[in-house]
């Protein structure tokens, strides 16, 4: 599981910095201001999530159980659905995909949900 969430880290956070440096460098004149916000609002979440994937990593050896891998699920899950919509949402024109945003947006707060509990068990 460590193998998975470190690799998915990686890819993420690499993606996230090209497509990072696409909006600033090509997108920027190619979108609206409100679908580049969406589009820097994907990327900002995606390398958040990264980052914190990549910590999540370093603290499985340290906390047991199995709450910090269900976490990096639900982060990977999250990033995938949330960030994925809103790219969907920019490069197809198609807002209906924002109605699945939100699901990925609950992953997202449910790993974090279970990062709290995994500290307070912790304790």
């Given at each position: 599981m460590k193998r998975l969430v470190l690799s998915a880290s990686g890819l993420l956070?690499?993606?996230?910095?090209?497509?990072?440096?696409?909006?600033?460098?090509?997108?920027?004149?190619?979108l609206s201001e409100k679908d580049l916000g969406i589009f820097e609002t994907a990327v900002r979440y995606q390398l958040i999530h990264a980052l914190a994937l990549f910590i999540l990593v370093l603290l499985m050896d340290k906390i047991p159980g199995k709450?910090?891998?269900v976490a990096g699920v639900l982060w990977l899950s999250g990033v995938l659905i949330f960030s994925g919509s809103l790219y969907l949402i920019v490069f197809s024109g198609v807002r209906s995909f924002g109605a699945v945003a939100p699901i990925g947006g609950l992953c997202l707060m449910a790993?974090?949900?279970?990062?709290?509990?995994?500290?307070?068990?912790r304790i």
């Open positions: 956070g690499f993606l996230g910095v090209v497509l990072g440096a696409a909006g600033a460098h090509v997108l920027r004149g190619t709450l910090l891998q790993g974090w949900i279970c990062i709290f509990i995994a500290g307070l068990r």
